[in-house]
């Protein structure tokens, strides 16, 4: 059977927390539009946006099965 391959795109956007720790590790992704025509934005707005954020649990077996191999 052939092995199961790594999907790029996934694996560039999210980051895996202490992948091979003993607890369950956490997928950090960071949210879009964070360049581009900003000023019209709040400063607030522009706060909540920043950092990376975790995934939520209903995408997080879906993300898993795509990075397998990470």
Do not use: C, F, W
Not at 39 to 53: D, I, L, M, N, Y
């Amino acid at each position: 059977m052939a092995k199961q391959k790594t999907n790029k795109t996934a694996k560039k956007r999210v980051k895996v927390t202490n992948p091979k720790g003993n607890r369950k590790p956490k997928l950090l992704y960071t949210k879009s539009h964070q360049n581009h025509l900003r000023t019209k934005r709040s400063s607030r707005a522009k706060r909540r946006q920043a950092g990376p954020k975790v995934v939520d649990s209903s995408n997080e077996k879906s993300l898993y099965r795509k990075i397998v191999n990470l």
